[in-house]
Every structure is written in C-alpha cells, then in structure tokens.
C-alpha cells in the first residue's frame, strides 16, 4: 500500500515491528495488543478516519479438538475474530460520520474451508470472520463501504519459511497446489491491493482464495 501512494497507520503489540516498518515506509504507529477489547477501540481512535483496513493481525494455538483449552480459545478467537470485529466496527463508525466510501480487507485462511489437524480454533476464527465479513458488506454497503476477504494459503513468511522448510512436511502439502508452490507475501499484499481499489468498486462480500488452486482441487 505504501508504494501505491498510502500513508499506512499500522496498529501491533510490537513496538520493534513497528519502528522497523516506520523507519522503511514512513507512516504512523500505534502500539496496542488487540487482543484487550478497550485497548483496541482507543487505538482505532488514535489511528484516526481512514479511507482503508486492513486486518492481518492473526495467532495460532496448535490445539487438537481433544486438547482444546480456554486459554487457547480465547487467545486465538480473541485476536482472529473479536479484534477484527472491533477494527471493522470502528472503522465504519468513523466512515459513515465522515460521510461514508471506504473498504476493508480482512485475512482469512484456507483453514477456514479445509479441515486442518490442531487447527479447531483457528480454523473455527476465520470462517467466522468470513460470515462476519458478509454480514458488514451486507450493512457497510448502503454507506459506500466495500467489506472483502482474502483466504490465502500457507504464506511465506520470514516465521513460515522456518516452519514448512523440511520436505518431508511441506511436500504432501505442496502437491495439493497445481500451481507447485506455496503463496509469496506479496501474492497476498498485491491481491489486497487491489480489493480496495476502484477496480473492483462492484467486488463487495466477497472471499477471494489466494491460495494457486488448492481449494479447486
């Protein structure tokens, strides 16, 4: 989004993580763990009326459904769905008092269309976050809000990378992709992109897999 022109305002509990992108992109900051329903509320107050969202805030917690606990739960549903509820929340509430228009992103997962082992929560959060993301598109829209997801596959990030580097992991994944790879951070960052441009200004409630296949297969 900062190269196609934005002034990010991006929202993390890490204050490093936000210094670094702060000192590569320029932007504003707010430091904040989303996982505290009052915290997040101020922090979109202090983010201030945006003309975007974003929300990629997201945690696991490896749990079987024999093994799930409360503080998994909570944990995951907590960051996943409620602050993503709230974000989503708050960010219309500005829009529609600054006179409507906007649109939101939200990151699901093919987890929330796949059965996936120690993924009950997780999984259960963003296919909850997909209805949701329908119900605000439903009631945004009248207001000139677009409300989309995007459902990625495994994304390769720098903690990802680490996590799917051995073959005799990644491989029985991997060949669920025709296209033979698993997704780049960029694949996901330019799809984003490009549902909050005005190109797709008649693209609202949707949930685009960005994910070279897997779920067609």
Not at 176 to 185: L, N, Q, S, Y
Request: hydrophobic share 45%; net charge negative; charged share 20%.
């Amino acid at each position: 989004m900062a190269e196609r022109g934005a002034d990010v305002i991006a929202l993390s509990r890490t204050a490093s993580d936000l210094d670094s992108l702060r000192a590569e992109i320029g932007g504003r900051s707010v430091v904040v763990d989303l996982a505290d329903p009052a915290a997040t509320r101020r922090a979109m107050a202090q983010a201030g009326t945006a003309d975007f969202l974003i929300n990629s805030a997201g945690i696991n917690v490896l749990e079987s459904s024999f093994d799930m606990t409360e503080e998994g739960y909570e944990a995951v549903m907590g960051i996943n769905l409620r602050a993503a509820l709230i974000t989503c929340q708050e960010f219309g509430r500005a829009r529609v008092a600054a006179g409507g228009g906007g649109a939101i992103v939200n990151i699901t997962s093919i987890a929330g269309h796949r059965g996936f082992t120690e993924h009950l929560c997780y999984a259960a959060s963003k296919a909850g976050l997909e209805g949701a993301t329908r119900v605000f598109a439903k009631e945004f829209g009248p207001h000139g809000i677009r409300v989309n997801a995007v459902a990625p596959t495994i994304t390769l990030t720098e903690l990802a990378v680490a996590a799917w580097s051995d073959p005799v992991k990644s491989q029985p994944m991997m060949v669920r992709h025709p296209v033979g790879r698993f997704a780049e951070v960029d694949d996901v960052a330019r799809t984003i992109a490009v549902l909050l441009s005005s190109d797709t200004a008649m693209v609202n409630g949707a949930v685009l897999s960005v994910d070279g296949g897997f779920l067609a297969v």
